[in-house]
């Protein structure tokens, strides 16, 4: 009875290491999981604000052409109108 015993309680033993490890495993991989997650959300909320500022900046390049264009426009029919009226 006393081998089964000192097994058991060396299996007891090695069932404890095999926890600790696990426990000192999981602290260790945490973090670092934790900051590669943070860094790619970092990485994703920043390419998205330059794809925002981005697209604004173009959307008002675009509107600015088309208020030239317009402008130009309504330039023109002005002159037309006062030259007709003259005649």
Do not use: H, N, Y
């Amino acid at each position: 009875m006393t081998g089964k015993s000192k097994a058991s309680l060396i299996g007891l033993g090695l069932i404890g290491v095999g926890c600790g490890l696990a426990a000192i495993g999981v602290a260790i991989i945490v973090p670092a999981c934790v900051a590669w997650s943070r860094d790619r959300l970092e990485g994703a909320f920043r390419r998205g604000k330059e794809g925002v500022i981005s697209g604004m900046e173009t959307a008002a390049a675009t509107v600015g052409e088309v208020a030239g264009k317009v402008q130009r426009r309504f330039d023109e029919a002005a002159r037309s109108a006062r030259t007709e009226r003259v005649q």
